[in-house]
């Protein structure tokens, strides 16, 4: 059961947008920034937002952060086959003094 | 350019020691706000934060790991050791570190590629 809880799965066709949720508390997302992680089969876990809405260099905006109170969302826009994977958000948890990570969720492209 | 790399033992035993080395290079571990992390996935499940020192060798670990992880680091040689005791089969997983960047944030900015490690008798 992890701390962060997200969606396990969701789907859409290319082209097409998706938002993935994720839920905390004040301990964990209420009160720290957030990042989210792509995981491709085979490949090692790449970030892709920090801070709730930053992107690194090199990430496409395509991929956008937000965050509202204990939640956040991450959205991909104009879906790509290549985003297939599993994606990850993760914080600082106060109250733990430990990282965490949500329980990840698959994105299908149909 | 940041590299992360882990090594160690493929295989280990059920009530064995664990040790594994991140050996990384690009930035420096005595650098105000950096610090190094390990995470690990077991086949088929999520991503699993175990812990963390940084550069004033301040050290943090999973509450239901914590007796039996150990991290250090050899800021010389640019590497992190992780030792994890008593190794269970469920303890079967892909180790990773990340760099993690601190000062008002925490994100895991680059990884290593992974270390499979098995645990079977």
């Known amino acids: 059961q992890s701390v962060l809880t997200q969606p396990p799965s969701v789907s859409a066709a290319p082209g097409q947008k998706v938002t993935i949720s994720c839920s905390g508390s004040?301990?964990?997302?209420?009160?720290?920034?957030v990042s989210w992680y792509q995981h491709l089969p085979g490949t090692a876990p790449k970030l892709l937002i920090y801070?709730?809405?930053r992107r690194p260099s090199g990430i496409p905006d395509r991929f956008s952060g937000s965050k509202s109170g204990t939640s956040v969302t991450l959205a991909i826009t104009g879906l790509q086959t290549g985003d297939e994977g599993d994606y990850y958000c993760?914080?600082?948890?106060?109250?733990?003094?430990?990282?965490?990570f949500g329980g990840g969720t698959r994105l299908t492209v149909l | 350019h940041v590299t992360l790399r882990e090594s160690g033992p493929a295989l280990v035993k059920p009530s064995q020691t664990l040790t594994l080395t991140c050996t990384f290079s690009?930035?420096?571990?005595?650098?105000?706000?950096?610090?190094v992390t390990w995470i690990r996935q077991p086949p088929g499940k999520a991503l699993e934060w175990l812990a963390r020192?940084?550069?004033?060798?301040?050290?943090y670990y999973i509450a239901s790991l914590k007796t039996r992880l150990t991290i250090s680091k050899d800021t010389s040689n640019n590497q992190v050791v992780l030792t994890m005791t008593n190794m269970d089969p469920v303890d079967t997983a892909t180790y990773y570190c990340?760099?993690?960047?601190?000062?008002?944030?925490?994100?895991?900015?680059?990884w290593g590629p992974g270390t499979l490690v098995t645990v079977s008798s």
């Open positions: 993760a914080t600082w948890d106060s109250s733990l003094s430990g990282g965490v």
């Open positions: 801070d709730n809405n």
């Open positions: 990340a760099r993690m960047r601190l000062i008002a944030t925490t994100y895991f900015d680059y």
């Open positions: 690009g930035f420096s571990l005595s650098t105000s706000g950096m610090s």
């Open positions: 004040s301990s964990n997302i209420g009160n720290n920034y």
């Open positions: 020192i940084d550069w004033d060798d301040d050290k």
